[in-house]
């Protein structure tokens, strides 16, 4: 087994351990399996993004997001060079065997992700960078990084239960802890819950926070794959923007991604046209995607993406049936979003695959949820190249077949019909 493998083996298996180790082990540990002329972050300003649903690139010199590998690392609208990528990993490889022959405990995938995003955006010389957390808040590896300009606190819901709490309240408490005394933190405020639980850390870290209320403005025109609306607030005014999206819930996104960079006025050039060009270009891959015509990728990981994915289905009416290639994660609330696919009126099948991941729930115990739920269309997938195979060449005019529930599903579906580069390991 190369090292590239090997690695990734090692990393996989420490997935699913509590990030909470960081109570006991100081996130700095991490810094340590960089080269030395890494472990110095100073340089770096930027902004930290946390909460449970995305936020979208706008306007920034770099980001680090959370689907998959080198869709993880972007410098201008320009993801890692494979190349680059695999040079780095190796670098990486060398000093976390280092690391573990030392007896040092094995870093989890995101962790290893993370360092490969220092080291690339080092090498790029970038002048901003915006992180995106892992599981947000108190027990982020991304709490490393102290110089900020900004931290965003995007959509908060029930996520990551197993290690943040399995209450709404818990869950705003940890993701709120991004928060940062003499910086400002651009919360998206849904409900009362969660603007309580910011107010209380920001005062127990006197940190100060603007809130940001959901997208409440015009639609002007929506067509497939992209919508117009406006955004008018008492500090600024677009008359007409245009989102590369399905999903309404991109609206709020954009919202809260430009009221960020409107914060950031005092630190870099502002350019409205800029700022509206990239809404326009926005494009988060795997999120209310159209594959094909027939295949709908929705890596909707939760219980508010997936209740949004049944609404958008509900919203089309009786135009299309729907197959759905179902997973999740065991730190989901599973049943939840199970309950929530059941909405879809034209809910015909459910495929369930076996996921190589040790955090993905069995196949098994979802074809039992959803019989108990009263859904008996069920059966499981063995293997998802042959199944998309398969459904290719039998697919209907009026069928589309949704593939949701998990980022890693969407990953595997995109390889096999969508053309997705990631066997960079």
């Known amino acids: 087994m190369n090292k590239e493998k090997e690695l990734s083996r090692k990393t996989e298996c420490t997935t699913a ?62 993801m890692a060079d494979k190349e680059v990528f695999v040079k780095n990993h190796q670098t990486l490889s060398i000093l976390i065997d280092e690391h573990l022959s030392d007896g040092g ?3 989890t995938f995101f962790e290893v992700m993370f360092l490969m995003a220092l080291v690339y955006f080092r090498e790029a010389e970038v002048d901003v960078m915006v992180i995106e957390a892992g599981i947000g808040g108190r027990y982020d590896t991304t709490n490393v990084l102290e110089h900020r300009w900004l931290n965003v606190l995007t959509s908060i819901g029930l996520d990551h239960v197993g290690i943040l709490g399995d209450t709404l309240e818990a869950i705003v408490k940890d993701k709120a802890w991004v928060m940062r005394e ?5 919360a998206l405020i849904e409900n009362k819950t969660v603007l309580e639980g910011i107010r209380r850390v920001a005062k127990e870290k006197k ?107 509900n919203s089309l009416g009786d135009e299309k049936e729907l197959d759905l290639l179902f997973a999740c994660m065991s730190d989901k609330e599973h049943k939840q979003m199970c309950q929530l696919m059941l909405t879809i009126g034209q809910l015909r ?26 859904f008996n269309q069920v059966s499981i997938v063995n293997d998802i190249e042959d199944f998309l195979k398969t459904k290719a060449s039998k697919v ?13 599903l969407v990953g595997a579906v995109k390889k096999y019909r969508g053309g997705l580069d990631n066997d960079q390991f």
Do not use: C
């Not at 399996?33 to 920034?60: C, H, M, N, Q, W």
């Not at 003499?182 to 651009?186: E, N, R």
């Not at 099948?349 to 009263?374: D, S």
């Not at 209907?396 to 890693?408: E, H």
């Open 17 to 78: 351990r509590s990030s909470k180790r960081s109570q006991v082990k100081e996130y700095n540990y991490v810094l340590r399996l960089l080269p030395e002329d890494l472990a110095v972050l100073d340089k770096y300003r930027g902004e930290i993004v946390a909460g449970t649903s995305g936020f979208a690139e706008i306007y920034y010199n770099f980001m680090f997001d959370n689907p998959d590998i080198r869709e993880r690392m972007v410098v201008n609208g320009t």
């Open 396 to 408: 209907g005019t009026r069928t589309l077949l949704g593939a949701v529930g998990s980022l890693y």
């Open 182 to 186: 003499g910086v400002l933190t651009v």
């Open 105 to 107: 405990e094995a870093p």
């Open 207 to 313: 940190a100060n926070f603007l809130s940001i209320e959901p997208f409440s403005g015009n639609i002007l025109e929506r067509a497939q794959g992209s919508i117009d609306f406006s955004l008018d607030t008492k500090y600024y005014n677009y008359e007409r923007l245009r989102i590369s999206a399905n999903a309404s819930y991109q609206l709020t996104n954009a919202k809260l991604a430009i009221e960020a960079v409107h914060q950031l006025s005092d630190k870099i050039t502002l350019d409205t046209e800029k700022v509206a060009e990239g809404v326009r270009r926005f494009y988060w891959p795997g999120r209310l995607e159209y594959v094909e015509e027939w295949l709908l990728v929705d890596g909707a990981h939760n219980a508010d993406g997936v209740k949004a994915f049944a609404d958008y289905m």
């Open 349 to 374: 099948n459910i495929y369930l695959p076996r996921l190589p991941y040790p955090m993905a729930v069995k196949a098994e115990t979802m074809v039992k949820t959803f019989q108990g739920l009263g």
